[in-house]
Protein backbone atom coordinates (compact mmCIF):
# COMPACT_ATOMS: atom_id res chain seq x y z
CA UNK A 1 0.00 0.00 0.00
CA UNK A 2 2.79 2.36 0.66
CA UNK A 3 4.70 1.62 -2.49
CA UNK A 4 1.48 2.34 -4.49
CA UNK A 5 0.70 5.76 -2.36
CA UNK A 6 4.21 6.45 -3.25
CA UNK A 7 4.43 5.84 -6.41
CA UNK A 8 1.15 7.65 -7.25
CA UNK A 9 -0.28 4.86 -8.27
CA UNK A 10 -3.68 6.15 -7.64
CA UNK A 11 -2.49 10.31 -8.12
CA UNK A 12 -3.33 12.19 -4.98
CA UNK A 13 -5.70 10.40 -2.13
CA UNK A 14 -8.16 12.58 -0.35
CA UNK A 15 -9.87 9.93 1.56
CA UNK A 16 -9.37 7.22 3.82
CA UNK A 17 -10.69 4.72 5.50
CA UNK A 18 -9.80 1.95 7.95
CA UNK A 19 -12.19 -0.04 10.41
CA UNK A 20 -11.71 -3.15 12.55
CA UNK A 21 -14.70 -5.43 13.71
CA UNK A 22 -14.65 -8.11 15.94
CA UNK A 23 -17.65 -9.76 18.45
CA UNK A 24 -15.69 -9.30 21.15
CA UNK A 25 -12.25 -8.24 23.02
CA UNK A 26 -9.81 -11.31 22.62
CA UNK A 27 -10.06 -13.62 25.47
CA UNK A 28 -6.63 -15.02 25.09
CA UNK A 29 -6.31 -18.04 27.40
CA UNK A 30 -8.68 -17.28 29.83
CA UNK A 31 -12.15 -18.02 27.74
CA UNK A 32 -14.52 -17.18 30.98
CA UNK A 33 -15.55 -13.93 32.72
CA UNK A 34 -14.60 -10.25 30.89
CA UNK A 35 -11.51 -10.61 28.79
CA UNK A 36 -8.38 -8.83 30.60
CA UNK A 37 -8.71 -6.35 27.53
CA UNK A 38 -12.14 -5.17 27.98
CA UNK A 39 -10.94 -4.17 31.86
CA UNK A 40 -9.50 -0.79 32.77
CA UNK A 41 -6.37 -2.11 35.28
CA UNK A 42 -4.85 -4.55 32.62
CA UNK A 43 -6.38 -2.90 29.20
CA UNK A 44 -5.75 0.54 30.31
CA UNK A 45 -8.23 1.45 27.19
CA UNK A 46 -10.66 -0.11 25.19
CA UNK A 47 -11.06 -0.90 21.48
CA UNK A 48 -9.10 2.34 20.56
CA UNK A 49 -6.05 1.87 22.40
CA UNK A 50 -5.80 -2.64 21.96
CA UNK A 51 -6.81 -1.80 18.12
CA UNK A 52 -6.40 1.66 17.30
CA UNK A 53 -2.53 1.78 17.50
CA UNK A 54 -1.99 -1.04 15.30
CA UNK A 55 -4.05 1.32 12.22
CA UNK A 56 -2.83 5.04 13.76
CA UNK A 57 0.81 3.79 12.96
CA UNK A 58 0.39 2.65 9.59
CA UNK A 59 -1.56 5.71 8.98
CA UNK A 60 1.10 8.50 10.54
CA UNK A 61 3.79 6.25 8.27
CA UNK A 62 2.07 7.38 4.63
CA UNK A 63 0.33 10.68 5.28
CA UNK A 64 2.49 11.83 9.06
CA UNK A 65 0.62 13.96 11.62
CA UNK A 66 -2.95 15.03 11.00
CA UNK A 67 -4.00 18.39 11.83
CA UNK A 68 -7.14 17.74 14.07
CA UNK A 69 -9.29 14.52 15.63
CA UNK A 70 -12.72 14.41 16.40
CA UNK A 71 -13.61 11.38 18.16
CA UNK A 72 -16.65 9.06 19.77
CA UNK A 73 -16.31 6.60 22.01
CA UNK A 74 -18.86 3.79 24.20
CA UNK A 75 -19.83 0.73 25.20
CA UNK A 76 -22.99 -0.50 22.61
CA UNK A 77 -22.65 -4.52 23.35
CA UNK A 78 -20.60 -5.31 26.03
CA UNK A 79 -22.09 -3.83 29.29
CA UNK A 80 -19.35 -5.46 31.70
CA UNK A 81 -16.51 -4.25 30.02
CA UNK A 82 -14.92 -1.35 31.75
CA UNK A 83 -13.22 0.30 28.54
CA UNK A 84 -15.05 1.38 25.20
CA UNK A 85 -15.95 -1.17 22.79
CA UNK A 86 -16.62 0.81 20.03
CA UNK A 87 -14.20 3.87 18.89
CA UNK A 88 -14.72 6.28 15.72
CA UNK A 89 -12.62 8.73 14.82
CA UNK A 90 -12.23 11.30 12.06
CA UNK A 91 -8.26 13.04 11.05
CA UNK A 92 -8.41 16.09 9.23
CA UNK A 93 -5.61 16.85 7.22
CA UNK A 94 -4.69 19.88 4.55
CA UNK A 95 -6.83 18.88 1.74
CA UNK A 96 -7.55 15.06 2.95
CA UNK A 97 -9.78 13.21 5.71
CA UNK A 98 -9.02 9.86 6.94
CA UNK A 99 -11.74 7.85 9.06
CA UNK A 100 -11.23 4.98 11.34
CA UNK A 101 -14.40 2.63 13.16
CA UNK A 102 -13.07 0.13 15.88
CA UNK A 103 -15.87 -2.06 17.50
CA UNK A 104 -15.64 -4.82 19.49
CA UNK A 105 -19.55 -4.83 19.11
CA UNK A 106 -19.67 -6.12 15.47
CA UNK A 107 -21.48 -9.64 14.25
CA UNK A 108 -18.17 -10.82 12.15
CA UNK A 109 -14.44 -10.76 12.15
CA UNK A 110 -13.78 -7.94 9.13
CA UNK A 111 -10.86 -5.66 8.21
CA UNK A 112 -10.45 -3.44 5.85
CA UNK A 113 -8.43 -0.30 4.56
CA UNK A 114 -9.40 1.68 1.34
CA UNK A 115 -7.59 4.63 -0.04
CA UNK A 116 -9.00 7.20 -2.68
CA UNK A 117 -7.22 9.00 -5.04
CA UNK A 118 -8.32 11.34 -8.04
CA UNK A 119 -6.87 8.62 -10.34
CA UNK A 120 -8.42 5.42 -8.68
CA UNK A 121 -8.27 3.42 -5.58
CA UNK A 122 -6.61 0.84 -3.43
CA UNK A 123 -9.10 -1.42 -1.07
CA UNK A 124 -8.06 -4.10 1.17
CA UNK A 125 -10.21 -6.68 2.73
CA UNK A 126 -10.98 -10.04 3.44
CA UNK A 127 -7.27 -10.72 2.87
CA UNK A 128 -7.18 -9.15 -0.60
CA UNK A 129 -5.61 -6.20 -1.46
CA UNK A 130 -7.06 -4.30 -4.82
CA UNK A 131 -5.80 -1.50 -6.64
CA UNK A 132 -8.09 -0.70 -8.86
CA UNK A 133 -6.86 2.14 -12.05
CA UNK A 134 -7.76 3.25 -15.40
CA UNK A 135 -10.20 0.81 -15.40
CA UNK A 136 -8.23 -2.20 -14.24
CA UNK A 137 -8.36 -4.36 -10.83
CA UNK A 138 -4.50 -5.70 -9.81
CA UNK A 139 -5.44 -8.30 -7.13
CA UNK A 140 -2.63 -9.38 -4.57
CA UNK A 141 -4.13 -12.61 -1.70
CA UNK A 142 -2.50 -11.56 1.75
CA UNK A 143 -4.99 -13.93 3.81
CA UNK A 144 -1.82 -15.65 4.78
CA UNK A 145 -0.51 -12.71 6.15
CA UNK A 146 -3.29 -12.36 8.57
CA UNK A 147 -3.35 -15.69 10.83
CA UNK A 148 -2.42 -15.56 14.13
CA UNK A 149 0.26 -18.45 13.30
CA UNK A 150 2.09 -15.55 10.86
CA UNK A 151 2.22 -13.43 14.20
CA UNK A 152 5.35 -15.23 15.42
CA UNK A 153 7.28 -14.48 11.84
CA UNK A 154 6.53 -10.60 12.56
CA UNK A 155 8.24 -10.82 16.18
CA UNK A 156 11.08 -12.92 14.88
CA UNK A 157 12.95 -10.30 12.91
CA UNK A 158 12.40 -7.77 15.90
CA UNK A 159 13.84 -10.73 18.65
CA UNK A 160 16.63 -10.98 16.81
CA UNK A 161 17.69 -7.06 16.10
CA UNK A 162 17.33 -6.64 19.81
CA UNK A 163 19.58 -9.91 20.55
CA UNK A 164 22.01 -8.40 18.27
CA UNK A 165 22.31 -5.07 20.00
CA UNK A 166 22.45 -6.48 23.38
CA UNK A 167 24.85 -8.78 21.98
CA UNK A 168 27.02 -5.68 20.77
CA UNK A 169 26.35 -3.96 24.44
CA UNK A 170 24.33 -1.21 22.91
CA UNK A 171 20.50 -2.20 23.68
CA UNK A 172 19.23 1.55 22.79
CA UNK A 173 20.21 1.15 19.22
CA UNK A 174 17.60 -1.55 18.61
CA UNK A 175 14.89 0.94 20.25
CA UNK A 176 16.29 4.07 18.99
CA UNK A 177 14.99 3.74 15.71
CA UNK A 178 11.00 2.96 17.07
CA UNK A 179 10.98 5.38 20.44
CA UNK A 180 9.69 8.58 18.28
CA UNK A 181 6.77 6.28 16.23
CA UNK A 182 5.74 5.00 19.74
CA UNK A 183 5.76 8.86 20.92
CA UNK A 184 3.58 9.55 18.05
CA UNK A 185 1.17 7.39 18.36
CA UNK A 186 0.43 7.70 22.03
CA UNK A 187 0.09 10.87 21.46
CA UNK A 188 -2.29 10.77 19.04
CA UNK A 189 -4.59 8.34 20.77
CA UNK A 190 -4.39 10.36 23.40
CA UNK A 191 -5.58 13.47 21.64
CA UNK A 192 -8.30 11.13 20.13
CA UNK A 193 -9.67 10.16 23.95
CA UNK A 194 -9.38 13.65 24.84
CA UNK A 195 -11.39 14.46 21.59
CA UNK A 196 -14.12 12.04 22.91
CA UNK A 197 -14.07 12.95 26.01
CA UNK A 198 -14.85 16.67 25.46
CA UNK A 199 -16.73 15.89 22.40
CA UNK A 200 -14.90 18.38 20.31
CA UNK A 201 -12.31 18.96 17.58
CA UNK A 202 -9.18 18.79 19.05
CA UNK A 203 -5.49 19.84 17.56
CA UNK A 204 -2.86 18.27 17.25
CA UNK A 205 0.55 20.38 16.86
CA UNK A 206 2.82 19.43 14.99
CA UNK A 207 5.35 18.18 17.91
CA UNK A 208 3.08 16.73 19.56
Known amino acids: ?????????????HLA???????????????EGTPWRGTSAAGRGGVLLDHGTHLVYQL????????????WTG?????????????SLRFEYPGR?????????ARARENRIRFVGDAGAIEWTGGELRLERAG????LDCSAELEKTAYHRWFAGLFEAFVMALDRGDPGAAAGPFLEDIRRV???VEHAYVAARNGATVAIPSGA
Open 1 to 13: VKEWLASGAIGRW
Open 97 to 105: LVTMFFTWA
Open 186 to 188: ASV
Open 136 to 139: AVER
Open 75 to 87: RLRHARYEVEDTA
Open 60 to 71: LDVAGMPASVSA
Open 17 to 31: EFSVHRSAADSGRVA
